[in-house]
């Protein structure tokens, strides 16, 4: 009797069959999900709390260094508001990127026995850190309530900036997870480089101390706008122009699009060398 299997191939783009394969595997990806959140939280005493810990100790830190000593203007807003807000945002992104770049070494006994889309994944490290920023929201939203900040029409701009993070963060995952697997240089590089990301985004400064003439290629990092729009729209601060938006939006999508591709195109090749 022959036996049923399956044979790993390359493929060239993210068609409508590989999307409904990811959706007919979406109760693995539902059982993925909960595996990582478990991982992470089963020997914790605070458990998700750590996903407000964390940030709020690194806005205490900068509240000391960059309000208390260098004095740096804010716009009026309460320094700690100014940037828990968007340190929240940056925790998600990191975890998406870190963990989810390393993902697949963590299921080699899986990836090596049973077929599934390997990029399920990735995929459920992004849900989980999405879990994560819902969570760190509460504190965000008490922090609002403290300061009594008053919310403007441009809160309901506030979901699709989330969506276009999601959107940046999960196509850098999606690139690094691919090549993580295929070069080992990158699992070593990539904490420095994710520092370098940290310090080249506006979440302890506000992007008005970088001078003119560079802000053309500080805003080639598309998280400068993001930030800066998060920020607008929940603490009424100022608008990035339209070109850097434009700018953020085009490089988002693309490394989501160029990330999706390459993944599906060494997919079935990532067995053999995670």
């Keep these: ?55 709020l100790s690194m806005m205490a830190i900068f509240s000391l260094v960059f309000s208390r000593i260098f004095h740096v ?46 990029i399920l994944i990735p995929i459920s490290i992004i849900i989980g850190a999405c879990i994560d920023f819902l969570i760190a929201c509460i504190l965000l939203i008490g922090m609002i309530c403290i300061y009594d900040v008053s919310l403007t029409s441009s809160a309901f701009f506030a979901l699709p900036i989330l969506v276009l993070i999601t959107i940046l963060g999960s196509g850098v995952t999606f690139w690094v997870s691919a090549l993580d697997a295929q070069f080992r240089d990158v699992r070593a590089a990539l904490p420095f480089l994710m520092q370098i990301w940290m310090f080249a985004t506006p979440l302890m400064y506000p992007s008005s101390l970088v001078p003119e003439r560079w802000m053309w290629l500080y805003n080639f990092n598309p998280l400068v706008a993001q930030v800066e729009l998060f920020r607008w729209s929940l603490l009424d601060t100022p608008l990035p122009k339209a070109s850097y938006i434009i700018t953020s939006v085009i490089i988002s999508i693309l490394l989501f699009c160029t990330g999706l591709f390459y993944f599906q195109k060494v997919e079935g090749t990532l067995v053999d060398k995670v």
Excluded at 15 to 41: A, G, M, N, P, W
């Design 73 to 118: 203007e804010t716009g009026g807003v309460p320094y700690p508001l100014f940037s828990y807000s968007v340190l929240i945002l940056w925790q998600s992104v990191a975890r998406m990127v870190t963990q989810g770049g390393s993902s697949l070494s963590g299921y080699i006994g899986m990836l090596t026995k049973v077929y599934f889309p390997r």
């Design 1 to 55: 009797m022959t036996k049923a299997h399956y044979v790993c191939q390359n493929k060239n783009v993210f068609s409508f069959e590989s999307l409904k394969e990811i959706i007919r595997f979406k109760y693995l990806l539902q059982t993925f999900v909960k595996r990582d959140l478990k991982i992470r939280y089963r020997y914790t005493v605070l458990g998700g709390l750590w996903n407000i810990i964390q940030p």
